[in-house]
Each structure stands twice: as C-alpha cells, then as structure tokens.
C-alpha cells in the first residue's frame, strides 16, 4: 500500500563526511519514518510527512550540516511511498561515477578531545579519526568511497571498530580510515639505510629525542614526507638550507597549538579561526621578532598548526617550535613513499619516521592569509581540493582544461560540475609533469570520461599541450580575468562588464609578446585590452637573472648617468656583453612582475632571485605605512610610463622607495578606474602582495580580487573553463 509523502535529493559534499546519520538522527528526533540512501549524484531522502513537516526537517538540516559537509543543490517534491514502520539508512543506489571525492583534513575538535583522554581506547593513537576528519583524497583507490577501494583495505577493522564503523547513531559511522590500537597502523623510525630504530610509541619518543638533538627527519604526514628539523636550533637549520640548497626561501613553521605559534606571530581572531580550523593550512603571518635562517629578510612567517593525531604524539615528546617543509627536490612534488625519499633525498635527512598505511595521492599543505577578515587562498591543496561545484551551464559534455605550466591545476568539467583538481605544481619538472598525467587519468577512470574538448594556454611551446589533440587555446592573462569574474560572477548582471588589472610575473600575449602588467575590460565571454605597462627589451628569458631585468630597464629608459653606482658593481666585460645581446634581442615583455623584480635587484642589490616573490616580500617588510609618499605612473598612448619607479630605486634610501612603489600602483589603479563606471577586478600573481592589497583598502577603494581560487597561475585552467562553457 503506497502512502504521500516526499522525496529529498541533495548533491554536493554529502557522501562520506557523516551527512547520512545526521539524517537519521534527525528523522528519529522528528519521529519521521523513511529512508536515506547515497546515490550516484548525492544522497537522495524519503519521509513520510508533510509538506510543513519537510520545510522544517531540511532547515534543521542546513542548521546541523557536519563540519566537511555542503549542499550544493536540495530539491524536494511530493511523492507516492510505500508504508514505512521504521527510518533507516539503506544500500545505495550504486552510480559511484558522478560521486565527490573529497579532500584530506585536519583533526576534528572530538577526535582531539578523545586523543587527550586517558580514559578513551584511541588515547594518543596516531591514527585517530571520524567522519569529520581524516584522510580521504590521499587513501583513495577508485570509486566508490568504501574501506575496500582505500590503502586501508589492508587493515582487517576489530570488533570496537567496526560495532562503531556500522552504528548509525555513531560519527564514526562508515568512517573509511577507521583503527585503533588493537588493529592499528603501525609507525617505524628508520635510519638512512631503512633499518628500523624503533616502533609506535618507542619511535616517537626516539624521534623527538633526536630532534631535540639537531637532527634532520623526514616525517611521513598525511598526503607526504615533511622535513622537520628544531626551528631554533641555528645549526639544524643552517644544515637544512644547504642539504636542501634553499639559501633564502622561508621555511614553514609547525607549531602544537595557538599558543605557541603566538609567541612567533601577531594572530587576530581571524587568523586563529583559520589555523585552527578543519582546513588547517599554512597561514602568511606578521612575524613578532626577525628569524633570519627561518625567513630571512622578511618580516612574515608561514605558519600551520600540528593538524594530524600523528604530528600531535610527536609534540607529546619534542618541546618547541618544528621546521616543516616539503621533502622533495626543488621544483617536484612532494614525495610519498619511502623508496623516493631514500633515492632522491638520499643525504638531506638523518632519519625518517614512517607508517604502514600507503599514500596513494599526494598532497600538498594549503596556503593562505586573513586580509580585513577575509581569507585569500594562495595554494589549493589540503582539505580544499579536489573541489566540486555544481555549475548553471547551457553546454553539454565532458571538458578538460589542462592550465598554466606552472602551479598547475586542471579542471574536469562532466555532468554540470566543476571539477578543479588538487595543486600539482610546475610542469617543467619531469616529476611534476608525470604527477599531472597520473592524476588526469585517476580522475578519467573514476569518472569513465572521454573529452569532447580541450582547453590549454595559448602559449606555442608547452610541451604537456601536445599529449592532445587540436586543444582550443585561451589567452593567459583572459583565463585570469575569467577565473576571478566567476567567483563574484553574483556580483554582476548579466553580462555586465568589468575593469580589470591583470598583473603577473609571465603570460604569453595575444601580440605574441610576454604580457603580465594588463588593463582589460570585458565579461566571461569576451574582452577588450585597453592599457598595458609600456613594453620593455629583455636580455634573455632567464627571469630569475634579475640584475639583467634591471639593466635592461636602465637602457630602456636611458637612465645610465643616474645608475652609476649600481653599474659600477657590475664587470665591464660583462656590461658590454649584455648590452650586445640586449640591442639584438627580440623579447618584449609588459609585466609588472618583472618591473618589480627589477626594482628590488636595484634596491636590495640583488643579482638573482632564490625563489617567486621574493622581491615583493623583501619589500612587505620595508613598507613604511607612516610616509605619505608616492611615484607617479602616466598613460600615454595606452601604455603605462614607469621611469619614475626606476629613476627612484636607483635614487631613494630602500624604505622611502618600496613604499613610493606601492603607494604609486595603489594610487594609479584608484586614479584608473575613475575614469570608468565599472566594478574593478584585480588578479595575477602580484595581487597575492597583502601589503599593496591593504592600501587599497585603507583607501577605501572598492574591488574585487580572488580570494576562494588563488590569483595565481592555479585558476588558469578554471578560467579557460569558464569562458568555454559561457562564451556563444
């Protein structure tokens, strides 16, 4: 006999993240009978009840959603049922090819509680964990989300475990990576020659004894090998920086809790919510006192709090504050696995700690800093992607848009959603390179897609574009534009316009020259370039030379008499060389990154640059907020003049000249956009500066600038896919 009643379907983050015993909990608080079910696009729910009945079971719903849970879509309609006794939680509807897969995330504010214990069975285990937290993305195999398809399938589940893994009432209900000590994951310390020094709880005590020592170790955390070493002991990391050949870069900082990272850092209530958060990243804060062998010249510090129960033991028995930086060679992808880390980093470490469990995806931490409340992600890894969101598209079809060379990200676009992959990193690594084709085709198979088309930049050299078929090219800096319109794409009407600057470091232009210093107008279906900084000569494509950027600016503006002194620093022979290979050269470049780099080589005296940004940090840490003093930049003939940014570098002490530059391109955009009755955008890499973000607000200047996808080179492919699926 069939009754009326409704049924609920929900796509979104819903599967695996305890969204289904909320639900029970819920129909047997409302006394409802019925069912809920996984399905292949969510979680699909019947109850018999009213129409009033069903509006205020999805309220209290939306009001308790589970810490990693998100609903994208709900939709409900009347329906016949059959006659129900009970509420349950029934076999899903097996179509695991349109499911999520989510990320991995930090330790959950219960399972902490239970790890401190002494009185739970999961007392200071390494491995605890829920349905709210844990490893998901990086234990994986294939779809669907089951024990059976992760690297815990080799870990037969004790009776404690698994009366809870089949309890609905329970948060560890269907909690995949679930153990505890009696079938546990077993931890090793290990020498160079992967001989074991020591188990579980020995290897921690033993391990933290040799930190306290000034050792080097390799930790294994939850998406790869960290490289840990005592961040105040000045000799460790003086051996880091030169085992890892890493003169300048900062080092990320792990600390216990808040407490302890306060003591290194100004944190506001902002700051302190992100570190301690379900997400847990790195996060860019004010620095309390200068830490030269952590991040030398620069007045910040990247930050993340001990985010696993495994990084927890291990403060249980090291006191202090830990170095944590990916193990890897420089510029490839952290390393999981045991056999990499002793051939490649054979020499950098000591020793290594490791665990039973395999890491099938690696992942990277994710970064990002507070601004005025606000988060801006720089890097999207770690308990943010892979991400998903339902889409409002007209196309039909399965799409890849394969991004940037460097920081790369893809986006997979099937069945009106967006997939945007986890941080891959530079392809210009063969490691980095052979990472991004693996993990294109885990998503391929999981998913059974076949492309109707590519997207890719329109730059005629990258060598990863070639692996496909007739790829339809999308300008660099118009990907930019389109990744940041989306995200406030709310904001707007219909095909309303934007102003946007769009500065970066390299992109390769619609005129075939380098751009990277861009005023656009234009909508996610086309645009318009109606200003750009004045084209300069470049030397060579070497952009870490920045000496040669700032030559070839001094010639380019014919400042030779004023830049005496930084000349006379230089070989003669050598400056006549450079000046040949400069008068014949064909490259041109618009980039504000490159002006910048320039600047700096000038003002700090720098010959190269170490690592990205390190120019603008360098200069974060001199701005003096205090000095009312600004260049002036000037428009003539649609190109930005920027004599006087060089012309003061060359003749201003360092703290006057940084803050003219910052205070110059804050005063040009402001001045810029007048002109136009518009809503401002502003993305590329040099956006990322916090400090030029900040003058902007303090000006009380209105603008939107990404801050959920990085305005870095990783929203390149979610820009090529944008426009794609909008374009007519």
Partial sequence: MCHLGYKIKISGLVQGVGFRPLVFELALKFKFFGEVRNDGFGVEIILACTHKQCEEFIKALKDKLPPLARIDKLEFVKTSIQNYTNFSITPSLCNAKSTPMLSDFALCKECKKEFFDEKNPRFLYPFITCTHCGPRFSIIKSLPYDRANTTMADFMMCKFCKSEYEEPSNRRFHAQPISCPKCKI???????????????????????????????????GMGGFHLMCDALNEESLKTLRLRKNRPHKPFALMCKDLQSAKELAFIDESEAALLGGVLAPIVILKAKKKLPLIAPDVDSLGIMLAYTPLHLLLFEYFKGVLVATSANLSGESIIKDELNLCQKLDGV?????????EILNASDDSIAYVIKGETMFLRTSRGLNPFYLEGKFDKKGSFLALGAELKNEFVIFYENKLLISPYIGDLKSVDVYERFFKLLEFFKQNYDLNFDAVLCDKHPHFSYVKDFKKPIKISHHYAHFCAAYFEYEEKFAKDEKALAFICDGTGYGEDAKIWGGEVFIGNLKKYKRIAHFENFTLINSDIKNIQNLAL??????????????????????????????????????????????????????????SYEAQVGLMCEALYDKNLNFSYELFVEKDQIAFKNLILGALQDEKSKAVTGLFNALANFIIDFSKDYDLKVLLSGGVFQNKTLLEILKAKNFDFFVPLKYPCNDSSIALGQMVHFLKKE
């Fill in 349 to 357: 470490f000591d020793f290594y700690l490791d665990y039973d469990r």
């Fill in 552 to 609: 070839s600016l001094i010639w380019h503006y014919n400042l030779e008499e004023e830049a005496k002194e930084f000349l006379a620093k230089i070989p003669k022979i050598k400056l006549e060389n450079l000046k040949k290979i400069y008068s014949h050269s064909s490259l041109q470049t618009s980039s504000l990154g490159r002006i910048i780099d320039a600047f700096g080589s000038i003002v700090f005296g720098l010959e190269k640059s």
């Fill in 186 to 220: 077993s931890v090793f310390l290990k020498n160079q020659k992967g001989e074991i020094l020591a188990q579980d709880k020995k290897a921690f005590i033993l391990c933290a004894k040799l930190l306290q020592e000034g050792k080097i170790l390799a930790i294994k």
